[in-house]
C-alpha cells in the first residue's frame, strides 16, 4: 500500500490492452455474439441444474 501511494500511477496509453477495464469491448467482433446454442442458455442450464437438484434430493430422501 505504502508503494501504491509513492508511485505515480502509469498513463491510461500504456494501460491500454493490459487492464480489462480500458480496453474497448464490441460485441460485433465477439467470437460468442450470435452464437445461439443450446448450451450457451442460462434459461435451459438454469432449469437443468433445478431439474437435476430436484431429482437428486428426492433420491436422497
Do not use: C, F, N
Not at 40 to 47: C, E
Amino acid at each position: 500500500m505504502i508503494v501504491t501511494l509513492v508511485t505515480t500511477p502509469k498513463p491510461v496509453e500504456q494501460l491500454r490492452g493490459l487492464v480489462y477495464g480500458l480496453t474497448a469491448v464490441d460485441l460485433q467482433d465477439d467470437a460468442l455474439a450470435g452464437d445461439a446454442r443450446w448450451y450457451r442458455s442460462p434459461v435451459i442450464l438454469g432449469t437443468g441444474a433445478v431439474v437435476l437438484a430436484a431429482a437428486l434430493y428426492g433420491v436422497i430422501l
